[in-house]
């Protein structure tokens, strides 16, 4: 896949992913773009792509609405890209919940909501 940035517009933060593997930490930032806020998105199953760090793990979302990193892809890896608009989406996981970003600039949260 190509190198993207995932921007959330009410916030104007990037979703961002830490280093540290399996579990690693997910949240938001304000201060620009940089390595930890590429991400690749891999097709997966028809109708699901992954979402690849630069860190060469995968974005992960949890039944319980918690959002980390894997090192493969499996069926919680896999996102549901909704167009909402040009080039604006929304990503529903495994779970039929939907990429979250919360307010709060630097550090912020990122979960799912139902």
Do not use: C
Request: hydrophobic share 35%.
């Amino acid at each position: 896949g190509r190198p993207v940035a995932f921007r959330n517009i009410a916030h104007n933060t990037l979703l961002r992913g830490h280093p540290g593997g399996d579990g690693a930490r997910m949240d938001m930032q304000d201060k620009g773009q940089g390595a930890w806020e590429v991400f690749y998105i891999e097709p997966a199953q028809p109708g699901k792509v992954s979402l690849r760090t630069s860190h060469n793990a995968w974005v992960r979302g949890h039944p319980d609405e918690r959002v980390d990193q894997a090192p493969r892809v499996d069926q919680w890896e896999q996102w549901e890209a909704i167009p909402i608009g040009p080039g604006q989406f929304n990503f529903r996981s495994a779970h039929g919940k939907f990429l979250r970003a919360h307010p709060g600039g630097e550090g912020a949260h990122v979960d799912q909501a139902p």
